[in-house]
Structure formats: structure tokens, C-alpha cells
């Protein structure tokens, strides 16, 4: 048996192969394929599914995933090449079908070159793939009477980590989800396609689902939304509840979803947002929330003595915030609030804060950026889009490790954790579920849409299965 992890070519040296083989098809993360070696058929054919084409008229590509090893469609390995052609097929039973043509490297006992392939559902079949006359250069003879001529490789790497760390960089199918042609957006689009992907932006508000147990599926102007490998949620305040439930529709798909349904819907709930970082002993300014009018003046008295924050839960961008300075004017508003039937928290002042906090960016459980926001003068809310300025900060150890452990409380993948200097510690103020690139960005200098699709790139890599014991038996 040889090292799969040993790719490096070497001098092209006369290969006799059987009937039957085992070989690699590297540039589409397969270290191990079975195929049958086939001079009667003219084309090469690697078995696919779930196939779509995407990308630029001038540059198509097409996506596809694949079960490497017969009877574990558990087992799925998503690639995409370009497409070099599509051509009409004829197999062995007679049935002409039109396939996509791709090209890859083949590897064979360490000698490596490239061969086309078309694209077909080969389930029914043992091998996995057919190796056609053409792929048979000149240094290569076949001795149809044999069987496994080279060294046999092993199905053991799709059972194990390896498997992610061998896939290669391929073009992704990414949908941001949003209503606005802002700068974040724009960032989101520029970045994955100067990458090589296929970035889609999405109406969040047209979208709509298809809810069934066999075939959930989302559609879009009267057209079924393709297979994505990951969503980008920029779900805006206005249609949080739609925007999560079309979130789900992607989770229940088996779409990766940058920031899940659940983290977004909590960090959008202010109060709720506040009882799960208390469940993580997450520190954040003393607050409190009551129902009754009658209970306004020990709704107070539990945050403190004034000046003091009044807030509603929906607020967002420093809307819907207010500063009390005093005892009488806190129960002015809170009886206003009330007034409006609108749904309010009550949060003690950290007045060292002197008009700034700390935006926190976090990406897959690290922050990779941060800066001070100031607020207008006269404004203690230091929100960009109500005048504030910002620019980069080196945060402490403790800042750093709260604003991880308030992202991990809310599950999310990337998030803007607010926090302010206090005498006592960090306080987070808000995990926000969709920050803007922009303010952070420039204040920072960092690529923080390009940090981003590296996280993407790592996490839709495939992942390892369990190894059954029949297993054994496929491979002999």
C-alpha cells in the first residue's frame, strides 16, 4: 500500500495496468478512487450527482459532489472544475446522454497527467469510474487479464481528518443574503469573486420555501435556488423573523450558514441576548426588565441610581436608546416607553466609558480585528452611523477572551461584539449577528471579507465518516 500524502511526480516511467485499479484524482480532493480500466470505451467517466453549472458565460464551471466509496453515501466529497466541453455519450447499454466535460490530473503509483472526464451517475456501479482509452498515454500498456497491477491505495483517508486538509481550493457557490447594495455587500461579492466564486446576492424578503420532509427547498422569482456551499446572512432588524425562518430552510437543506437561525433571533432579542451571556458569566452592565407599571421604581432601583440607560429591546444603530440623568427623567421615559406598548430594558450607565466603546470582530472563534468608536460630541452613543469616529485599538487578553466567549454564547461564526472599558472588567453591550465591513475595515487596514471567505473556504471542507466494518469487504 502507498503514501497518498506523497504526490510529488516523478520521471513518466512505462505503466502496465489491470483491469481494475486504484489512483487519484487530486485536484478534486479523491486521494483514493477505484476505476475500471476500459479500452473499449473511448471517454473517461467519474461517477457525480447534485450536478450544476455556474460561474461567468466566458468561464463556466460546473459543481458536483461525489460518493468515492460504493454504498456509503454518507460519504460526500463536493468538487467543481471548468468545463472544457459538453458532449453526447453513449454507454455501454446503449443510452446517450449529454455530459459535462471536465479535465483533471490523474495519479497513478506517483506519476501524474491530465486526462478529461465526463460527469454521470455511476451508483449502480462498483467502480466509481471508468478509465477510457484516451486517458491511456503512450508510456501506458493495459493487461486485461490482470487485476490491480499498481499499489493498491486505501479508502482509510475518508476516514480520517486528512481527507480535509487534502482537499483542494475549489470555486464555491456563495449566496449573501441581503436587501441593501451597500459597502458590506459590495466587499462580500468582490472578495469571493476575485477568489474564484460565485457570489449571488440574495432579497432575503423575496425569498420563498418549499417545506417538505423528501425535498425542502427555496425559491427565488419563480425559480428554484440552486445548491450553495455557504450563506452569508445580512439579515436586516425589519425582517428578522422571515430572514431566520429562510435560514433554517437552508440549515434543514444541509447549507453552511456563516451565522445560524438561533444565534441571529437571540442576538436580535435584546433581553434574551442578555440572559444567555448571563447564563455564560459573560460581564455586561447590571440590567433589568419588567412588565408591570407599578414596579418602574424598583426596576430602578435593581440597575441602580441614575444616570441610567433605558433601551428597546428591537432598538438598533443606537435607535431607541436613551440616556437618563436623573431618577425623575428615567420614569418619564420608562412611562413613555410604556405609553407605546414598547417592549424596554433598563441598564446601568458605565460613565468611565466617557462616550466610547469597542467594536470586536470576531471570525470562527477569533478576533481578527478591533477598533474604539467615539461618539458625536454631546452623544453618548458612539454608533458610526449617528456620527461617531473610529479608529484601530490594541484590546487586552481579558477583552479578547470576552468577546469570544460572548460570540460562542449565540453560536455564531461572525460577529461584532461591542464592549466598554469599565473599572470592574469588559462589559459586552451587544453581539451583533450582521456587523458592517466598513467602519472596522478602514479603521483597522484589515481584509476582514477576505478573513471571512478563508473561514468559508475551511469549513465547507468534507468531513471524515465513521468506519464500518464493511468497509474491508468493498475494498478487496
Known amino acids: 500500500m502507498i503514501d497518498q500524502t506523497d504526490t510529488a511526480p516523478r520521471a513518466q516511467e512505462p505503466l502496465t495496468l489491470g483491469w481494475e485499479e486504484w489512483l487519484s484524482l487530486p485536484d478534486l480532493g479523491l486521494p483514493a478512487m477505484r476505476a475500471k480500466v476500459d479500452t473499449g470505451a473511448k ?20 459543481r458536483f459532489t461525489v460518493h468515492p466509496i460504493p454504498g456509503r453515501e454518507d460519504l460526500i466529497i463536493p468538487c467543481s472544475a471548468e468545463i472544457v466541453d459538453r458532449r453526447e ?61 499498481q499499489p493498491k491505495l486505501s479508502y482509510d483517508v475518508y476516514h480520517s481528518n486528512k481527507i480535509a486538509k487534502a482537499a483542494p481550493r475549489r470555486a464555491l457557490r456563495v449566496a449573501v443574503l441581503s436587501r441593501e447594495d451597500n459597502y458590506s455587500t459590495g466587499r462580500l461579492v468582490h472578495e469571493g469573486e476575485s477568489r474564484g466564486h460565485t457570489v449571488e446576492v440574495i432579497d432575503t424578503a423575496r425569498c420563498y420555501m418549499a417545506i417538505n420532509a423528501l425535498a425542502p427547498e427555496v425559491h427565488y422569482d419563480g425559480k428554484r435556488l440552486p445548491r450553495y ?28 450558514c456563516v451565522n445560524g437561525s438561533q444565534g441571529i433571533t437571540a442576538s436580535r432579542d435584546k433581553l434574551y441576548a442578555h440572559q444567555l451571556m448571563a447564563k455564560a458569566k459573560i460581564g455586561m452592565p447590571v440590567t433589568a426588565f419588567a412588565s408591570s407599571p407599578k414596579d418602574t421604581g424598583n426596576l430602578i432601583g435593581l440597575v441602580g441610581s441614575a444616570p441610567l440607560i433605558v433601551k428597546l429591546l428591537e432598538s438598533t444603530q443606537g435607535k431607541g ?11 418619564s421615559v420608562i412611562d413613555a416607553f410604556r405609553g407605546l406598548k414598547a417592549n424596554f430594558l433598563v441598564q446601568q450607565f458605565v460613565k468611565e466609558a466617557a462616550g466610547e466603546d469597542i467594536r470586536c470582530l470576531v471570525i470562527d472563534g477569533k478576533v481578527v480585528a478591533s477598533m474604539k468608536r467615539t461618539g458625536a460630541d454631546g452623544d453618548f452613543r458612539s454608533n458610526l452611523h449617528r456620527g461617531g469616529t473610529a479608529k484601530a485599538v490594541r484590546i487586552t487578553k481579558e477583552e479578547r477572551e470576552t468577546a469570544i466567549r460572548a460570540t460562542r454564547a449565540f453560536g455564531l461564526g461572525m460577529a461584532g461584539v461591542d464592549l466598554l472599558r469599565s473599572v470592574d472588567g469588559p462589559k459586552v453591550l451587544e453581539v451583533n449577528s450582521s456587523p458592517g465591513l466598513e467602519g472596522i475595515e478602514k479603521a483597522s487596514g484589515k481584509d476582514i471579507a477576505g478573513l471571512l471567505f478563508d473561514a468559508i473556504e475551511m469549513k465547507v471542507r468534507p468531513n471524515p465518516v465513521r468506519r464500518r466494518k464493511t468497509d474491508t469487504a468493498i475494498e478487496t
Open 43 to 62: 471517454t473517461s467517466a467519474l461517477h457525480a450527482f447534485d450536478i450544476e453549472s455556474f460561474g461567468s458565460a466566458t468561464r463556466p464551471r460546473v
Open 89 to 149: 455519450v453513449t454507454s455501454s447499454n446503449g443510452e446517450t446522454e449529454t455530459r459535462y466535460v471536465i479535465q483533471s490530473n490523474l495519479l497513478i503509483n506517483g506519476q501524474s497527467w491530465p486526462i478529461e472526464l465526463t460527469l454521470t451517475d455511476r451508483r449502480s456501479m462498483n467502480a466509481r469510474m471508468l478509465l477510457g482509452r484516451q486517458a491511456l498515454i503512450d508510456h501506458v500498456t493495459v493487461s486485461p487479464n490482470d487485476r490491480f497491477c
Open 229 to 256: 456551499d455557504a450563506v452569508i446572512p445580512r439579515i436586516g432588524a425589519s425582517i428578522t423573523s422571515y430572514g431566520t425562518a429562510i435560514i433554517r430552510q437552508f440549515e434543514t437543506i444541509g447549507t453552511y
Open 321 to 331: 436608546v436613551v440616556l437618563a440623568e436623573t431618577k425623575k427623567a428615567a420614569e
